[in-house]
């Protein structure tokens, strides 16, 4: 038994050294298209995971998110641009911002349930995104608001290798933060009141406290994300945060794993790649099978919306836990798999010695 943890915690200490490795390594293997879309999935995953707090956790589904990262990436864009506020304090007091009204939003959904719910987070996303188009107009900036280069002392964030180590760190962080916050007894709360309202104030439970930590440390996560984005392109304009930015990571949410860690990892991965995928089918089978391949190009949305809904679909049916789950099945078999291994071959030597 005290063989098989010593070989269990070194695989998963040798797993963890691998991982930290490839990808410190992935910018040196990479193109600058690649690396794009890389920082862009990071961007979406930090999204993703404060969604997972509110819905994952805390079991109150919103349709806001796409809301808070305008909330962030407004706020932190206007205070850089034009208030001469470093960009780093810029992207804080935008998430700040985007968690105070996260945090007033709750205030009236302690006493809304299900739709109701869904629709005051659905009327925040409405009014937001009337305010953000009625700011441009009404500032003449139709093109967006420009966000200065970011730079620390003479490091200047000039190119997409750099940014992903800004956003794989930031990235880890608030990985590591909910983690450690699920360890709690805010994070319990959280997930007493996702399994049973009712039986969680029985025990004891803060409900009003409860519902609005969750609204809050989602929404900064979100308004944190949606500030990162403005940063990295450099632009921000209402026309990046509408309605299909949130079911989009609705979706990376389900097919990620809903309330697991690194479900959204998973499901930010997927969403990004997909696009990606669907148009590398495309341009490879074009040779071959034109006819195929210009469907795949001339319906490249449908397609996409057609495979959200079937693999939706497969993890409401089959999967719950989503890509995150069949990780963990796939990483389960192979350390069974090791461990079986490693004992069949101490049982070997014994023999052999008797």
Known sequence: MGQNNLLTGVARFGWWIFLIIAFL???AFSNKYAMTLINNTLITALAVIGLNVIAGYAGVMSLGNAAFMGIGAYSAAILASQ????????????????MLIGTLIGIPALRLRGIYLLMATLALHMITAFA???????TKR????????????????????KFYYLFLTLTALVVLFVYNLMRTGMGRSL???RDNESAARAMGVNITFAKLMAFAVSSFIVGLAGGLQGVYLRNVTGEMYGFGVAMDQIVALFIGGNGLLFGPVFGAAFISLLPETIDLLAHSIQGVLPIVGQFLSKFRFEIQLFVYGFCIILVLLRKPTGLAGIFGDISLFL????????????????VEKG
Request: charged fraction near 15%; charge should be positive.
């Open 335 to 350: 350390k069974k798999r090791i461990l079986n291994q490693a004992a069949s071959g101490s049982i070997k030597r014994s």
């Open 83 to 98: 208030a001469g506020i470093p960009w780093w304090l810029a992207l804080l007091i935008g998430a700040l911002a985007a």
């Open 142 to 161: 139709l093109a967006g608001i420009r966000f200065p280069k970011p730079s620390v002392g003479i490091f200047v964030f000039d190119s997409s290798d």
């Open 191 to 193: 997930l007493a009141l």
């Open 132 to 138: 953000m188009n009625h700011y441009e107009t009404a």
């Open 25 to 27: 390594l992935i910018p």
